[in-house]
C-alpha cells in the first residue's frame, strides 16, 4: 500500500500564491507518473498539471503560466506551485500518483485532498 498525504492548502487572497506538498510514503517499489487534480463543488475532478518520473510536465490551460509542477524523486514528493491566483481555482486539490510494484503491475493511488479557496 501507498499512502499520499497532501499540505499547503488554505485561503488567499486573488493574485496571492500558494504551494501544494504531496508526500508519497509505504511499501513504494517505483513511482511513475505524479499528478495534482481539482474538483469544485458540483463539478467533475479534472486534472491540473502531471509529471513523469523524468521531469516532463503537463498543464490544464486554464493554469498555463501561473501554475509549476516539480517533484524530488528522492522523497517520493511532488509539488504544485500556484500563483497568480484567480477565485476559478478554488476547489479541493487531490494528489495522484501511478505505482509500479516489483512484477510491473500499476495502480493508482488518491490524497485525502486540501481545500484551495481564492477569496477577497
Known amino acids: 500500500q501507498v499512502q499520499l498525504v497532501e499540505s499547503g492548502g488554505g485561503l488567499v487572497q486573488p493574485g496571492g500564491s500558494l504551494r501544494l506538498s504531496c508526500a508519497a510514503s509505504g511499501s513504494i517499489f517505483s513511482i511513475n507518473a505524479m499528478g495534482w487534480y481539482r474538483q469544485a463543488p458540483g463539478k467533475e475532478r479534472d486534472l491540473v498539471a502531471g509529471i513523469t518520473s523524468g521531469g516532463s510536465t503537463n498543464y490544464a490551460d486554464s493554469v498555463k503560466g501561473r501554475f509549476t509542477i516539480s517533484r524530488d524523486n528522492a522523497k517520493n514528493t511532488v509539488y504544485l506551485q500556484m500563483s497568480s491566483l484567480k477565485p476559478e481555482d478554488t476547489a479541493v486539490y487531490y494528489c495522484?500518483?501511478?505505482?509500479?510494484?516489483?512484477?510491473?503491475?500499476?495502480?493508482?493511488?488518491w490524497g485525502q485532498g486540501t481545500q484551495v479557496t481564492v477569496s477577497s
Open positions: 495522484n500518483a501511478e505505482h509500479s510494484n516489483a512484477f510491473g503491475i500499476k495502480r493508482n493511488y
